[in-house]
């Protein structure tokens, strides 16, 4: 997305406050679709920034106290102070403080740290519907002369209050100094009695210890849990499956209308093979991770995620893994990037790292095609079994994260982890505004991602499996000749087909990556894996699901009849170079899939590794590990299924 | 696995939260955990003189924060946390 361009005169302004006190929904209220996604520089938080009627707004991350070392406070520190280097922003001309009216004095100690760094100060005091439901009604004309800075009560949810906000930020001035004998916590208590009134009972926190009740019950919650589970994962492959069809369709019709109407040579190639096919590969998953991350911003704002993290909590402690690990890997089920994304909501570095590294260990959405075809080949004919060992591999990979996670841990990583102590907030309607916006922000970073570093790989990919260009084997050319005096033209478009994936086949034989994928067998050849499948391996560093299209060019079997029994079954039955072994024997066809489930082969992957750990280091480990373990645990299911006979 | 170090000198009627009973009131009186620890119990609301209700008891146990003024809010933790954190038991 293109960057927000700043006025000359704006007025530069820093949103802060808690966690769950609806700051980013008052963000995308004031900021609509307009906001500019970055890192705050030298970090791994992530900046929102937008413009509003001349105010530059920068959302920071949720914090309860500006001191402590967790990396959000920190972020608030340097931008408070002007201190983020690379950033044009400088000292803000004011803060925005959201506050949340159901628990004003805890909220009003950050406004006190606030109030002493000597900056003009707003507070949007947001929930104050929620407040009244709860009992209490906040005078906000009282707290604005206790505090001495205007105060505009708010309900982000609705909107309501969110157009004063402008207005108090252009006429904000710094407050009076908290006084310095007094203890900020004091102060706060002092200030929240001063403008606080009960209104009748509350039935807001009955209602909600009610549902904890259940939600948090070692049985019952769990019973929940994996309901929601099982919702979350069904409602994401069965409604994705709609639109994921017809990216998949435009993707093909481009293709197909770029080869209509381009002469044949290296630029169509670059274009419809390398681009268009790589491209959209990649993007077909576009509408599985939106969804996911829509269902998980629901989850979210609903408050049942908090609860689900304190239930997983005590499941992860033996693996050194916090409750707070349990978001990432969840996401990870859709794509490993958003997942290790999502890790910097984790306090603790050691528990942070842990659970970077073992996330691509969850069986993503691009590992399906590949199981898919696996599991076709191994149970043709037992669906049945072909369930089983399909959900086996989603347990084989979470066994392995949690495994991992538990050596990480007790070894590199060992530390005495941070306390899992966790705010549940009150449960509320999700917003469904919010989470489209930042739904949306989400699926436009995976579209930057597949327009620059996926393109890349994939013009890298197709130029080695393009290069260098060889002349087409004689029986390819007599292939042609026999076509052209086929008695029909169905024969003849049958016998040209075979000529066209023949000769796919010897070109990418004879390419770099050919010549790799030789180079590299005598590597793989003890997991029983030939030239061939060494070369879909390679092939799959750029992303997993591009192995099937690879082997289909490879064993020369279009990829679009790889949807049929019959192309199913040639592809089974596609021999090795001596004519006789075939490439997807059952003992290799256990090795790959145990390969799959394991290896690590995504380089987006790896490079969000590093940028979210700051360095490659940590990559090489996880790039390492799991390619060790992969073939550690390959070599053993492919002994094991020739022992066995399986 | 967990050190977290204890130095606040408890009353006699003070016991650890998790000796609470459902529904029961305290009022904390120390919770001398390790710097970071600390800090983060300290900016959730936990800190001294904090009336507090134990929502749910076990491994991790749901505490709520009483709130002077009204109003409150709920806190998860494990229970070696709560173990460390003293409170004088009140009367139903």
Request: proline share 6%.
């Amino acid at each position: 997305m293109a960057s927000i361009e700043t006025p000359a005169k704006a007025l530069r302004v820093v949103l802060i406050g808690n966690p769950n006190v609806g700051k980013s929904t008052l963000f995308g209220r004031l900021a609509g679709a307009r906001v500019h996604t970055s890192n705050f520089p030298g970090t791994t938080q992530e900046a929102h920034t937008t413009i509003i009627d001349g105010i530059e707004l920068v959302d920071l991350p949720g914090v309860y106290s500006l001191g402590g070392d967790q990396s959000e406070s920190a972020v608030c520190r340097e931008a408070l102070a002007g201190r983020v280097p690379g950033a044009a922003m400088g000292r803000p001309d004011a803060v925005c403080v959201v506050v949340d009216a159901t628990n004003l004095p805890r909220n009003l100690r950050l406004v006190g740290e606030v109030i002493r760094l000597g900056l003009p100060v707003v507070i949007a005091l947001n929930l104050v519907d929620e407040a009244e439901k709860h009992g209490l009604r906040i005078d906000t004309d009282a707290l604005g002369r206790s505090l001495g800075c205007e105060v505009v009560a708010t309900v982000a949810s609705t909107g309501a209050g969110v157009d004063k906000i402008a207005g108090a930020l252009r006429r904000a001035r710094p407050p009076e100094p908290l006084p310095e004998d007094e203890p900020v916590r004091a102060w706060a208590e002092r200030v929240s009695m001063g403008c606080t009134t009960s209104v009748g009972a509350s039935s807001g926190p009955e209602m909600t210890d009610r549902i904890d009740d259940v939600i948090t019950h070692p049985l019952l919650g769990a019973a929940v849990f994996v309901a929601v589970m099982t919702g979350l994962f069904w409602v994401v492959f069965k409604l994705a499956a709609w639109p994921m069809g017809w990216i998949d369709s435009a993707f093909v019709m481009l293709g197909d209308f770029v080869t209509g109407v381009m002469p044949p040579g290296a630029v169509r190639s670059l274009l419809v093979d390398g681009i268009i096919g790589g491209v959209g590969a990649t993007l077909v998953f576009l509408p599985q991770i939106c969804l996911m991350f829509f269902l998980i911003t629901l989850l979210e704002q609903s408050g049942y995620l908090p609860r689900a993290a304190l239930l997983v909590d005590r499941l992860f402690r033996p693996f050194g893994l916090p409750g707070q690990s349990f978001v990432p890997l969840l996401t990870s089920h859709a794509c490993a990037i958003p997942g290790i994304i999502a890790c910097r909501g984790i306090p603790d570095r050691r528990e942070r790292l842990a659970t970077i590294l073992v996330a691509p260990f969850m069986s993503c959405t691009a590992r399906i095609p590949v199981y898919v075809l696996l599991i076709s080949i191994l149970f043709a004919d037992r669906p049945a079994l072909a369930a089983v060992a399909f959900s086996g591999c989603y347990v084989l990979g979470a066994g392995a994260a949690l495994t991992t996670s538990a050596i990480f841990r007790r070894t590199f990583l060992r530390g005495v982890p941070r306390p899992m102590v966790l705010e549940l907030p009150s449960y509320r309607r999700p917003n469904l505004r919010s989470a489209l916006l930042l739904t949306i922000d989400r699926g436009l970073g995976f579209l930057r991602k597949a327009g620059t570093v996926i393109l890349g790989i994939m013009v890298v990919l197709w130029w080695t499996g393009t290069y260098p260009q060889s002349d087409p084997p004689p029986e390819v050319a007599a292939m042609r000749a026999q076509a052209a005096d086929a008695g029909s033209p169905e024969q003849a478009a049958a016998i040209e087909t075979e000529a066209d994936l023949l000769e796919a086949r010897y070109a990418k034989a004879n390419s770099f990556m050919g010549m790799a994928g030789r180079a590299i067998e005598p590597v793989f050849r003890p997991l029983g894996f030939d030239w061939q499948l060494s070369v879909g391996v390679l092939s799959s560093f750029a992303a997993r699901e591009v192995f099937v299209s690879t082997m289909a060019v490879v064993l020369a079997t279009g990829e679009d009849e790889l949807h049929s029994e019959s192309g199913l079954r040639r592809l089974a039955t596609a021999t090795r170079d001596d004519g006789e072994t075939r490439v997807f024997s059952r003992a290799t066809s256990w090795s790959l899939l145990v390969f799959y489930v394991l290896a690590m082969l995504c380089m987006p992957t790896l490079a969000v590794t590093a940028r979210e750990t700051g360095s490659w280091r940590w990559s090489g480990v996880q790039f390492a590990y799991m390619t060790v373990l992969a073939y550690a645990g390959a070599l053993i299911a492919y002994h094991a299924a020739l022992i066995f006979g399986s | 696995m967990t050190a977290i170090e204890t130095t606040c000198e408890p009353a006699c009627e003070a016991v650890p939260l998790t000796q609470l009973g459902k529904g029961q009131r305290g009022r904390v009186q120390c919770c001398s955990l390790d710097g970071c620890c600390g800090e983060l119990i300290d900016s959730l609301g936990l800190g001294e003189d904090t009336l507090i209700s134990i929502c749910r008891r076990g491994d991790p146990c749901i505490v709520r924060v009483h709130h002077r003024c009204g109003g409150s809010c709920r806190i998860g933790l494990r229970r070696e946390i709560g173990r460390r954190i003293m409170v004088r038991p009140m009367e139903a």
